[in-house]
């Protein structure tokens, strides 16, 4: 099988890139190295069935594969509220691209969506039948609205001209490669718990994530594109549902820190709870998370360690 992964040097996409090139696949990585690296697929470059394109999705591309990834775009909020035009413009523009390319080749394309559709869910925990509480107009919205549209765009394609989509709705998921500057809650905690740093709680800290290691996604994305039950939207995430004090206080403990927590304001539009309805994903895709918090935040602690050396 020839796979593009559009972000493929970046967090999820690098490890979705190896595991791939595990399977026997051809990985074409496109990436415009905004968040990505090198150094995310630095094992993979040398290896003959794995091929990188520095390009921007925003841009028209061609390319011969049987199976289109689309995680192209930004995460962490700090890094898509940089850019807010251009964090709407990849989700948009860069599904567009995608979805003409799919179309073209007839190859099965997945979107990598996101829970933030669900914005600040009043429904918990989220079934994807829940449409969710965005504010079109907040900090957030470029991110999450972007994301709305490209799940409306991935429907309009298979409707209007039978492209083959799959579409799954990730939850925070976290592991080795975060960037260490990406500002999101699981690699800030260990950073600074590894710096001795004080911990930055933003507001009290009674808000909820729900986390999932990067192993157990991966394999749930790649279930999902590979199955025919289904053509989503499907929650892919961990149910295991913490507080952002509770996260604080498991990284202090694990890393054996001695760093102190503060308190900093909190974002706007900072969702109050977030836990994933994962019955689709075990009844279609027979997946369900197996890695759990103490045993991912272990691996990803020492990640961190060795980068921090
Ligand atoms: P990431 O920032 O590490 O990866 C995104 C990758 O896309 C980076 O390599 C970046 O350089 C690349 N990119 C950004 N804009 C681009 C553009 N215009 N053209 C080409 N490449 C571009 O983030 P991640 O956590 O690996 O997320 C990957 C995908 O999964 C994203 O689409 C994200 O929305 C989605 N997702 C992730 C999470 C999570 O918790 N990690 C949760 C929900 C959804
Ligand atoms: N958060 C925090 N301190 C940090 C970074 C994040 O308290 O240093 C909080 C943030 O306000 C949010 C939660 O942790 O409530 C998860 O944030 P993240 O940016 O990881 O993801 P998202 O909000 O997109 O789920």
């Given at each position: 099988m020839r796979v593009?992964?559009?972000?493929?040097?970046?967090?999820?996409?690098?490890?979705?890139?190896?595991?791939?090139?595990?399977?026997?696949?051809?990985?074409?990585?496109?990436?415009?190295?905004?968040?990505?690296?090198?150094?995310?697929?630095e094992g993979l470059l040398k290896n003959p069935r794995f091929e990188f394109i520095r390009h921007d999705i925003i841009d028209p591309f061609k390319a011969e594969v049987d199976q289109i990834y689309n995680l192209a775009c930004p995460a962490s909020p700090v890094h898509y509220q940089h850019n807010a035009i251009k964090t709407i413009k990849t989700s948009v523009i860069g599904s567009i691209n995608c979805l003409g390319l799919a179309k073209r080749l007839n190859a099965r394309i997945l979107?990598?969506?996101?829970?933030?559709?669900?914005?600040?869910?009043?429904v918990h925990p989220q079934p994807e039948t829940y449409h969710g509480n965005v504010n079109p107009i907040g900090i957030r919205a470029c991110y999450d609205e972007g994301k709305r549209c490209a799940e409306t765009l991935f429907f309009d394609y298979h409707r209007q001209n039978k492209v083959d989509i799959r579409v799954i709705r990730i939850f925070n998921t976290y592991g080795p490669r975060m960037a260490i500057n990406d500002g999101r809650v699981v690699s800030n905690f260990i950073v600074q718990a590894l710096r001795?740093?004080?911990?930055?709680?933003?507001?009290?800290?009674?808000?909820?994530?729900?986390?999932?290691?990067?192993?157990?996604?991966?394999?749930?994305?790649?279930?999902?594109?590979?199955?025919?039950?289904?053509?989503?939207?499907?929650?892919?995430?961990?149910?295991?549902?913490?507080?952002?004090?509770?996260?604080?206080?498991?990284?202090?403990?694990?890393?054996q820190s001695k760093s102190k927590i503060i308190h900093k304001p909190l974002p706007s539009d900072d969702p109050?709870?977030?836990?994933?309805?994962?019955?689709?994903?075990?009844?279609?895709?027979?997946?369900?998370?197996?890695?759990?918090?103490e045993e991912g935040l272990k691996k990803t602690i020492a990640y961190?360690?060795?980068l921090l050396k």
């Open positions: 593009l992964v559009t972000g493929g040097a970046g967090f999820l996409g690098s490890h979705l890139c190896e595991r791939l090139i595990e399977l026997g696949d051809e990985v074409l990585c496109i990436d415009n190295l905004f968040t990505g690296t090198r150094s995310n697929i979107q990598a969506s996101t829970s933030e559709v669900y914005g600040n869910p009043e001795g740093d004080d911990i930055t709680i933003y507001g009290e800290g009674t808000q909820t994530r729900s986390f999932c290691f990067v192993d157990d996604l991966i394999e749930g994305m790649i279930r999902m594109m590979n199955q025919d039950q289904t053509l989503g939207p499907v929650n892919v995430g961990n149910p295991s549902e913490f507080t952002v004090l509770q996260l604080a206080e498991e990284v202090i403990r694990l890393s109050l709870q977030r836990r994933p309805d994962i019955s689709l994903a075990k009844k279609h895709l027979k997946w369900e998370p197996k890695i759990q918090l961190f360690k060795m």
